[in-house]
Protein backbone atom coordinates (compact mmCIF):
# COMPACT_ATOMS: atom_id res chain seq x y z
CA UNK A 1 0.00 0.00 0.00
CA UNK A 2 1.47 3.25 -0.94
CA UNK A 3 1.97 5.96 2.25
CA UNK A 4 1.54 10.07 1.02
CA UNK A 5 2.18 12.15 2.81
CA UNK A 6 2.01 16.41 3.39
CA UNK A 7 5.29 17.56 4.17
CA UNK A 8 3.57 21.06 5.21
CA UNK A 9 1.23 19.51 7.63
CA UNK A 10 3.90 17.70 9.68
CA UNK A 11 5.24 19.72 13.00
CA UNK A 12 8.93 20.61 13.17
CA UNK A 13 10.70 18.86 16.05
CA UNK A 14 13.58 18.44 18.03
CA UNK A 15 15.65 16.92 20.80
CA UNK A 16 16.58 18.33 24.28
CA UNK A 17 19.59 19.95 23.99
CA UNK A 18 20.02 19.93 20.22
CA UNK A 19 17.34 22.51 19.45
CA UNK A 20 19.52 24.10 16.83
CA UNK A 21 18.45 21.21 14.70
CA UNK A 22 14.85 20.53 14.26
CA UNK A 23 13.02 17.64 11.66
CA UNK A 24 10.13 16.93 10.13
CA UNK A 25 9.95 12.77 10.76
CA UNK A 26 8.46 11.72 7.08
CA UNK A 27 8.38 7.75 7.43
CA UNK A 28 8.92 5.84 10.24
CA UNK A 29 7.12 2.67 11.24
CA UNK A 30 6.39 3.93 14.58
CA UNK A 31 4.06 6.68 12.47
CA UNK A 32 3.26 5.40 9.72
CA UNK A 33 2.27 1.84 7.84
CA UNK A 34 5.71 1.62 6.03
CA UNK A 35 9.23 -0.35 6.91
CA UNK A 36 12.72 -0.34 5.87
CA UNK A 37 13.08 2.77 5.46
CA UNK A 38 13.34 5.83 7.78
CA UNK A 39 12.91 9.40 6.10
CA UNK A 40 12.41 12.84 7.19
CA UNK A 41 13.64 16.52 6.51
CA UNK A 42 16.04 18.14 8.94
CA UNK A 43 17.09 22.15 8.95
CA UNK A 44 20.02 23.81 10.95
CA UNK A 45 20.38 27.51 11.60
CA UNK A 46 23.15 29.34 9.94
CA UNK A 47 26.33 29.05 12.62
CA UNK A 48 25.24 26.28 14.62
CA UNK A 49 25.63 22.54 14.74
CA UNK A 50 24.75 19.16 14.57
CA UNK A 51 27.06 17.73 17.00
CA UNK A 52 29.79 14.75 16.28
CA UNK A 53 27.73 11.67 16.47
CA UNK A 54 27.43 7.95 14.76
CA UNK A 55 24.64 5.25 14.46
CA UNK A 56 24.86 1.58 12.98
CA UNK A 57 22.75 2.35 10.23
CA UNK A 58 24.10 3.93 7.02
CA UNK A 59 23.02 7.37 6.33
CA UNK A 60 22.19 9.82 3.09
CA UNK A 61 21.86 13.56 2.66
CA UNK A 62 20.18 15.21 -0.18
CA UNK A 63 20.95 18.94 0.29
CA UNK A 64 18.05 20.67 -0.87
CA UNK A 65 19.40 24.25 0.54
CA UNK A 66 21.36 26.48 2.44
CA UNK A 67 25.61 26.09 2.94
CA UNK A 68 27.28 23.83 5.32
CA UNK A 69 30.32 21.30 5.93
CA UNK A 70 29.69 17.36 6.90
CA UNK A 71 32.81 16.12 8.10
CA UNK A 72 32.45 12.24 8.31
CA UNK A 73 35.14 10.00 9.66
CA UNK A 74 37.84 13.40 9.71
CA UNK A 75 37.24 14.12 5.88
CA UNK A 76 35.43 17.40 5.59
CA UNK A 77 32.45 17.83 2.84
CA UNK A 78 31.24 20.86 1.59
CA UNK A 79 27.39 21.07 1.54
CA UNK A 80 24.63 23.19 -0.93
CA UNK A 81 21.67 22.47 -2.42
CA UNK A 82 21.81 19.61 -4.97
CA UNK A 83 24.68 17.57 -3.90
CA UNK A 84 23.69 14.26 -2.20
CA UNK A 85 26.49 12.60 0.68
CA UNK A 86 26.49 8.66 2.06
CA UNK A 87 27.56 8.40 5.78
CA UNK A 88 28.71 4.69 6.33
CA UNK A 89 27.63 2.55 9.07
CA UNK A 90 29.18 3.54 11.95
CA UNK A 91 31.15 6.87 10.79
CA UNK A 92 31.56 9.63 13.39
CA UNK A 93 29.90 12.89 12.09
CA UNK A 94 28.54 16.04 12.67
CA UNK A 95 27.08 19.02 10.65
CA UNK A 96 27.62 22.68 10.57
CA UNK A 97 25.85 25.22 8.72
CA UNK A 98 27.25 28.17 7.06
CA UNK A 99 26.07 31.02 5.23
CA UNK A 100 23.08 33.33 5.46
CA UNK A 101 20.14 30.69 5.39
CA UNK A 102 19.35 27.41 7.05
CA UNK A 103 21.14 24.37 5.84
CA UNK A 104 17.68 21.80 4.75
CA UNK A 105 18.50 18.28 3.48
CA UNK A 106 16.37 15.54 3.39
CA UNK A 107 17.93 12.20 5.44
CA UNK A 108 17.03 8.73 4.74
CA UNK A 109 18.46 5.07 6.99
CA UNK A 110 17.51 1.77 6.02
CA UNK A 111 15.70 1.03 9.17
CA UNK A 112 12.23 0.25 10.50
CA UNK A 113 11.56 3.55 12.27
CA UNK A 114 13.24 5.81 13.62
CA UNK A 115 13.13 4.48 17.24
CA UNK A 116 15.35 1.50 15.77
CA UNK A 117 18.24 4.38 15.52
CA UNK A 118 20.37 4.79 18.41
CA UNK A 119 22.31 7.92 17.94
CA UNK A 120 25.70 8.50 20.02
CA UNK A 121 28.26 11.24 20.44
CA UNK A 122 31.01 12.06 22.72
CA UNK A 123 30.62 12.74 26.16
CA UNK A 124 33.23 15.72 26.00
CA UNK A 125 30.40 17.27 23.43
CA UNK A 126 27.50 15.92 25.61
CA UNK A 127 24.65 18.94 25.45
CA UNK A 128 23.50 17.65 28.99
CA UNK A 129 24.82 14.94 31.03
CA UNK A 130 23.37 12.88 32.87
CA UNK A 131 24.41 11.78 36.24
CA UNK A 132 27.02 8.41 35.86
CA UNK A 133 28.64 9.91 33.04
CA UNK A 134 32.02 10.09 33.85
CA UNK A 135 35.76 10.46 32.15
CA UNK A 136 35.69 6.41 31.49
CA UNK A 137 32.81 6.53 29.44
CA UNK A 138 33.97 8.03 25.52
CA UNK A 139 30.22 7.60 23.56
CA UNK A 140 26.57 8.10 25.51
CA UNK A 141 23.12 7.70 23.67
CA UNK A 142 21.42 10.92 23.00
CA UNK A 143 18.35 13.03 20.85
CA UNK A 144 15.56 9.69 21.18
CA UNK A 145 17.09 8.71 24.69
CA UNK A 146 14.33 8.10 27.39
CA UNK A 147 16.64 8.67 29.63
CA UNK A 148 16.52 12.13 28.83
CA UNK A 149 13.06 12.52 29.93
CA UNK A 150 12.07 13.03 26.00
CA UNK A 151 11.16 9.91 24.71
CA UNK A 152 9.44 10.75 21.61
CA UNK A 153 10.06 14.34 21.09
CA UNK A 154 6.60 15.77 20.00
CA UNK A 155 5.27 19.14 20.00
CA UNK A 156 2.73 20.18 22.20
CA UNK A 157 3.75 17.79 24.98
CA UNK A 158 5.88 20.38 27.00
CA UNK A 159 8.96 18.55 26.26
CA UNK A 160 10.02 20.96 23.31
CA UNK A 161 10.75 24.37 23.88
CA UNK A 162 9.19 27.23 21.39
CA UNK A 163 10.93 27.17 18.12
CA UNK A 164 10.47 31.06 17.97
CA UNK A 165 9.41 30.95 14.54
CA UNK A 166 7.12 32.44 12.17
CA UNK A 167 6.84 29.56 10.48
CA UNK A 168 3.11 28.17 9.93
CA UNK A 169 4.25 24.40 10.28
CA UNK A 170 6.08 24.82 13.56
CA UNK A 171 3.94 24.26 16.93
CA UNK A 172 4.68 25.58 20.12
CA UNK A 173 5.59 23.19 23.18
CA UNK A 174 3.07 23.35 26.34
Not at 54 to 83: K, N, P, T, W
Not at 104 to 113: Q, V
Not at 126 to 149: C, I, T, Y
Request: net charge negative.
Amino acid sequence: MATLIDLAGLPWESWHGLEATRFKLVFSSDRTSTEELTFGLAELEPGKELPRHRHEEAEVYVILSGEGMCEVDGEEHRLQGGLALHIPSGAPHRTLAHGQEPLRWLFAFAADGFDDIRYRRDTSEAVSRRPGDGEGSDLRQFGNDPELNNPDATPGTGMLPDLGSDDPNAQPSG
